[in-house]
C-alpha cells in the first residue's frame, strides 16, 4: 500500500514558480514509475512529467524546457519544478505512482496561474 500526499501548489503570476512535492509512504514507491497529471475543468487529467525508479524523464511537449521532474527516493519524495507558468498550467495536479498492478493516487494540489 502506498499513501501520496502533494502539497506546494497555489496561486502564481504568470512567470512565476511554483514546486510540487509528493511525498509518499510505502517501500513500493521506491521501485514505482512516478508521474505528474494535471486536471482542468471541463478537460481529460493528462500527464505531464514522469520519472522511473532508474531517473528517467520525459515530459508533455507543453511544458518541455519549463518543468522539471525530480526524485529523491531517501525522502520517499517526487518532486516537480515549474518554471514560467502560463495561465494554461492551472490545473489541479495529481501525483501516482506506478509498479505493476500498484496504481496509486494522491488527492491532488490546486495550481492556479493568474494576474
Known amino acids: 500500500q502506498v499513501q501520496l500526499v502533494e502539497s506546494g501548489g497555489g496561486l502564481v503570476q504568470p512567470g512565476g514558480s511554483l514546486r510540487l512535492s509528493c511525498a509518499a509512504s510505502g517501500s513500493i514507491f521506491r521501485i514505482s514509475t512516478v508521474g505528474w497529471y494535471r486536471q482542468a475543468p471541463g478537460k481529460q487529467r493528462e500527464l505531464v512529467a514522469a520519472i522511473t525508479s532508474g531517473g528517467s524523464t520525459n515530459y508533455a511537449d507543453s511544458v518541455k524546457g519549463r518543468f522539471t521532474i525530480s526524485r529523491d527516493n531517501s525522502k520517499n519524495s517526487v518532486y516537480l519544478q515549474m518554471n514560467s507558468l502560463k495561465p494554461e498550467d492551472t490545473a489541479v495536479y495529481y501525483c501516482?505512482?506506478?509498479?505493476?498492478?500498484?496504481?496509486?493516487w494522491g488527492q491532488g494540489t490546486q495550481v492556479t496561474v493568474s494576474s
Open positions: 501516482n505512482s506506478k509498479y505493476f498492478m500498484h496504481d496509486y
